[in-house]
């Protein structure tokens, strides 16, 4: 079957600087995306998601962008702080029936101070 | 507070032992969602439940056993693990599943569960 899959497994950053996160996947029916921050001892939690009659969308800090061309997704965290330490994933989920989220390994992000 | 409650977050059980996990959601939803998460893997969804009927079990063995009384409680029933049936169990919900429904999963804190 197909998967979505992240590019990096570890990204170490200053705190103040901007994080990207990157997320490739390869099944073109899909149409819908949503990145998760999860910290050591919790559960996923939902940060950002985007259709994908969009190429962008902006929240408070994080703006997530889709290249459907290339099938790719990124997760941009804006002055990154010690606090956004933790794994992020990615998940899609394909437009037909009863279709659930499949999800990416992970990416931890490392926050120095 | 994500609204999805797991209990209990610990649990330490023989492989002979029978236990049950619980997850409870106050989000008002209709689908929920049990995954397994295991280190270095992605999450691997088990069984899901869409206004309490089981729309899928994705090639879970027989010793998991989930129940979905009403739309805001669902169970994984535990019977003869394996130690390699150690890891944390993630509870999930989202609005309802089809199509046109593109809504997020929120998750609970997870039981991690040890086989010894």
């Known amino acids: 079957g197909e998967s979505v899959g992240l590019h990096l497994p570890t990204l170490s950053v200053q705190e103040g600087d901007n994080s990207i996160i990157n997320c490739a996947y390869s099944n073109s029916a899909s149409d819908y995306f949503i990145w998760y921050k999860q910290e050591s001892g919790k559960g996923p939690q939902f940060i950002i998601d985007?259709?994908?009659?969009?190429d962008k969308r902006q929240g408070q800090r994080v703006t997530v962008l889709l290249n459907k061309t290339v099938k790719h997704l990124s997760l941009q965290i804006a002055a990154t702080q010690p606090g956004d330490s933790a794994v992020y994933f990615c998940a899609e989920k394909v437009n037909s029936g009863y279709s659930t989220l499949t999800f990416g390994k992970g990416t931890m992000l490392l926050v120095s101070p | 507070e994500t609204g999805v409650t797991q209990t209990p977050r610990h649990l330490v059980m023989g492989m002979t032992n029978k236990k049950s996990l619980k997850c409870e959601q106050h989000l008002g939803h209709n689908a929920m969602y049990w995954y397994k998460q295991s280190a270095k893997k992605p999450l691997e969804l088990m069984f899901v439940y869409n206004f309490k009927e089981q729309t899928e079990n994705n090639s879970v063995p027989s010793r998991f056993s989930p129940e979905c009384p009403n739309s805001s409680h669902l169970f994984l029933h535990l019977h003869t693990l394996q130690p390699e049936d150690s890891a944390l169990y993630l509870c999930?919900?989202?609005?309802?599943?089809?199509?046109?429904?593109?809504?997020?999963?929120?998750f609970g804190d997870g039981t991690r569960l040890s086989i010894l």
């Open positions: 985007i259709r994908s009659n969009m």
């Open positions: 999930a919900s989202s609005q309802d599943l089809g199509s046109l429904s593109n809504q997020p999963q929120h």
